[in-house]
Nanobody, 126 residues
Framework: QVQLVQSGGGLVQAGLSLELSCAAS???????WGWYRQAANKEREFVAA????????NYADSVKGRFAISRDDAKNAVFLQMNSLRPEDTAVYYC????????????????????WSQGTQVTVSS
């Protein structure tokens, strides 16, 4: 069973940066990755995704140009660099992994993902 363990997160002032990390317990080279977030009293929403090779990425419009997803298979990890943070970015952030044996797609649908992390709180103060 694959386990995903997150690190990073916390309280940060608006305009500043934060990086989230997510490490898997096994090899990640066959995974496509995603980041999601869930604000209080809201549905979990897509943030960013990266394909198995890392060559394809996709972002929610609300974070495009401010967030960057990357992966390091040597570390079995995926990262989310969050810049120019805004109070509306406040949420619990989750990483997710999906087996991607064929093709080099990224996935934006929650139902595709096989594994999820425990989530970590990111709070952006104004």
């Amino acid at each position: 069973q694959v386990q995903l363990v997150q690190s990073g997160g916390g309280l940060v002032q608006a305009g500043l940066s934060l990086e989230l990390s997510c490490a898997a317990s096994g090899r990640t080279s066959e995974f496509a990755w995603g980041w999601y977030r869930q604000a209080a009293n809201k549905e979990r929403e897509f943030v960013a995704a990266i394909s198995r090779s890392g060559g394809e990425t996709n972002y929610a419009d609300s974070v495009k140009g401010r967030f960057a997803i990357s992966r390091d298979d040597a570390k079995n990890a995926v990262f989310l660099q969050m810049n120019s943070l805004r109070p509306e970015d406040t949420a619990v952030y989750y990483c997710a992994a999906a087996w991607a044996f064929k093709g080099d797609d990224y996935f934006t649908s929650r139902s595709v993902y096989d594994y999820w992390s425990q989530g970590t709180q990111v709070t952006v103060s104004s």
